[in-house]
């Protein structure tokens, strides 16, 4: 029987079906063989067929026609099909016209016969209906946490409207959680009035008034006034855009400019790159690309005098040209100080970690080590580093005892690694405790609410915490247990406050996780440490948006409504 070419005989009395796997007992008989391939896969070729070879290698072979043909698309096939598409435009950054095209269409016809493309209309309902579903999913976050901070900046399409984008970041369960709010159009100008009014409309929007502790934001004077003077929350400035400022030096400007050119000519000249390649072949060195300065990437100017100092000789081979040497000695003078600009900034990008607490520590160890002038250095190198230097001292002085209750202080104070605030002078030290004691102060007594921290902890729990953890003195260890198992009533309220910022300075210094095992010990601390911690020392967050807005409103999409590019950046940052 031909029923035998879509089967497999197991043993004696039991036989697997090639398409499904089905197993059946066979009784010398095919009949149940062939109701099951009538049934279950009427694509199935059952007529005589003299050319077909029978067993399971053949069978496998027309599998996959076969089930393909036999598959069904019904209606709720066909509407995954379309949320998928739209995932997909959402997350690959595609046109929305990428579904008119003839290669998509006939990959689709292919894969599933029966499905019908969906035009742009529906393409862009199914996307708002994911952005819908999306936003909620933000807003229930965004309800769980006590404390926030947010990021903005603001940008320019290929249509030329301006948008502005904000950010926001929050620690739950001692994780680093972040989403990109929104990204909305600002015809207007971007005064201080305008744009307070703006990250106030925001706040409003998502349910954070009395949340957001800090806005990261440049130092343009409009969005400084905003935040400082119109706006309930502190001001913290981008860490790395106030190094940036001291690229604005005229001779700094001068060399990067030169050096942009040299590799901008090696870019347009095929004959010079090849050239530069031969070179690097002849002397067996990576055949690494020039790489180009961008004013926007603070650390692209770093990576353009690297990669000429690293192909120096060769790039001089192949120019003949003596004013090459003049302009390698003056950026040669520069890599030192750019190198360690770099090691700080990097530093302090990271989205999931911990970076306001070091923004303090990093500029104090630039100013006192990295930027200290040298008589021997060029006047390029101390302009520069002089200019660097200034920024940092008007934005980030950490000797100034006006800052002791800026953010990223106390942050250091809460932070394990950093809580000794050895980069400071005693009195603002002094000042920083203070103020942390008063926040400790003003928090609720019964502050039982932290996550994972309450009255009916386990005793297990506790132990498993604390196994980390170096034992302390025995006053301290003693006062921990009671605190612990009693809670704040064991103590009067001002007692217990400083009992439990005097232990904290003396436990040992350990990685930044420490407040996962820790938290029950110092719930108070805790506390604030999710509200602090969790602020970021740079806008990158916000700015970072750029090159997915670039991918947004590219010529394709530059027809987009700014709804449609608000909602296709928020699909793709938090899909």
């Known amino acids: 029987s031909n029923a035998w070419k879509y089967f497999e005989k197991l043993n004696e009395t039991t036989m697997q079906c090639n398409f499904c796997s089905t197993s059946f007992s066979y009784h010398k008989s095919t009949t149940s063989m062939l109701n099951h391939l009538k049934l279950k896969h009427p ?11 029978c067993g399971k290698k053949q069978a496998s072979i027309t599998t996959f026609t076969a089930l393909s043909s036999s598959r069904r698309c019904d209606q709720s096939r066909a509407e995954r099909t ?15 016209s990428f579904v008119e095209g003839d290669g998509f269409q006939e990959l689709l016809e292919y894969i599933e016969q029966e499905y019908t493309v969906p035009a742009r209309k529906t393409i862009m309902a199914s996307l708002e209906k994911l952005h819908t579903e999306c936003a909620a999913a933000v807003s229930d976050k965004l309800a769980i946490a006590e404390k926030v901070a947010i990021t903005t900046d603001s940008w320019a399409a290929l249509n030329t409207e301006s948008y502005v984008t904000i950010t926001w970041r929050f620690i739950r369960q001692q994780k680093m959680e972040s989403v990109v709010l929104q990204t909305r159009t600002m015809p207007e100008r971007h005064t201080a009035e305008n744009l307070a009014d703006m990250l106030n409309i925001a706040a409003e929007t998502w349910n954070l008034k009395g949340k957001i502790t800090t806005c990261v934001h440049d130092n343009a004077s409009n969005i400084v006034l905003a935040n400082t003077v119109l706006l309930e929350w502190e001001s913290n400035p981008c860490f790395s855009l106030t190094i940036n400022d001291g690229f604005k030096v005229s001779s700094i400007n ?6 942009s050119r040299l590799v901008s000519y090696f870019y347009h000249s095929t004959v010079a790159t090849q050239a530069l390649k031969l070179k690097q072949q002849q002397q067996n060195l990576p055949q690494h690309h020039l790489m180009q300065y961008c004013k926007m990437r603070w650390n692209s100017i770093n990576n353009m005098f690297e990669r000429l100092q690293e192909q120096r000789w060769e790039i001089a081979a192949v120019l ?14 520069l890599l030192p100080v750019l190198h360690s600009l770099k090691c700080a900034t990097t530093a302090l990008c990271g989205e999931s970690e911990v970076s306001i607490s070091m923004v303090y520590p990093v500029t104090a160890t630039l100013l006192s080590k990295h930027l200290k002038l040298v ?5 390029k190198v101390t302009e520069f580093k002089t200019a660097v230097s200034e920024s940092l001292r008007r934005c980030l002085e950490p000797a100034a005892l006006h800052r002791a209750g800026k953010a990223a202080l106390i942050s250091s ?11 400071i002078d005693a009195p603002v030290r002094m000042a920083v405790r203070e103020k942390l004691d008063g926040l400790l102060s003003n928090l609720p007594q ?27 003195h025995t006053e301290c260890d003693k006062h921990i247990a009671m605190a612990t198992l009693f809670g704040d009533d064991y103590y009067m309220e001002k007692a217990s406050v400083q009992i439990e910022l005097e232990n904290y300075i003396l436990e040992p210094c350990i990685p930044p996780d420490w407040w996962r095992v820790n938290e029950n010990r110092y719930r108070k601390l805790a506390h604030l440490a999710k509200a602090y911690l969790c602020i970021p020392a740079t806008s990158v967050p916000a700015e970072r948006v750029f090159s997915a807005a670039g991918l947004t409103v590219n010529r394709l999409r530059s027809h987009l409504s700014p709804e449609h590019v608000d909602m296709l950046i928020f699909l793709k940052k938090n899909l």
């Not at 949320?83 to 997350?91: Q, R």
């Not at 090459?324 to 003078?333: P, R």
């Not at 932290?450 to 170096?470: Q, W, Y």
């Open 43 to 53: 694509s199935a070729n059952l007529e005589n067929n003299t050319d077909c070879v």
């Open 82 to 96: 379309t949320v998928l598409i739209a995932k997909m435009i959402a997350k690959d950054m595609l046109p929305i």
């Open 254 to 259: 001068r060399v990067a400019g030169a050096a």
């Open 320 to 333: 003949s040209d003596r004013s090459f040497t003049k302009l390698a000695e003056d950026y040669q003078e």
């Open 375 to 379: 008589p021997e250095e060029s006047n």
């Open 413 to 423: 104070l809460l932070d394990p690694q950093h809580k000794h605030l050895k980069f």
């Open 446 to 472: 019964n502050n039982d609410n932290i996550e994972g921290v309450g009255p009916h902890t386990s005793m297990l729990e506790l132990e498993a915490a604390n196994s980390t953890v170096k034992k302390l």
